[in-house]
């Protein structure tokens, strides 16, 4: 399984980026993709699921309402729309693969849940 997260820069507070995470090298139809970020010197942090299922989604109190995440199966894309961005939100940012989407909720945002990892793509926004 291969994970290439992209997209990330540098950023005014209030401003936008869109990260895209592109998937491959699994057959299973069933999985979720999550986005992480990790400052420095904080632990990994989960920010938003969705399943490859049925669409679900799960958010991180911080980032609801500025953050959408979004899918494009046929393409095996996953995408994280960050809208408002904080200089709280400056960070390393991860996309991940969950091999199942069964009772996702509980583990939508646990880091420790999740199988498979891409490198990091570094999102500053500065104030």
């Known amino acids: 399984v291969q994970l290439q997260a992209s997209g990330g820069g540098l950023v005014q507070a209030g401003g936008s980026l869109r990260l895209s995470c592109a998937a491959s090298?699994?057959?299973?139809?069933?999985?979720?993709i999550g986005w992480f970020r990790q400052a420095p010197g904080k632990e990994r942090e989960g920010v938003s699921c969705i399943s490859n299922l049925d669409g679900s989604t799960y958010y991180a109190d911080s980032v609801k309402g500025r953050f959408t995440i979004s899918s494009d199966n046929a393409k095996n894309m996953v995408y994280l729309q960050m809208n408002s961005l904080k200089p709280v939100d400056t960070a390393v940012y991860y996309c991940?693969?969950?091999?199942?989407?069964?009772?996702?909720?509980?583990?939508?945002?646990?880091?420790?849940?999740?199988?498979?990892w891409g490198q990091g793509t570094q999102v500053t926004v500065s104030s």
């Open positions: 090298g699994f057959t299973f139809d069933d999985y979720a």
């Open positions: 991940a693969l969950h091999a199942t989407s069964y009772a996702l909720a509980p583990v939508a945002l646990n880091p420790n849940e999740y199988d498979f």
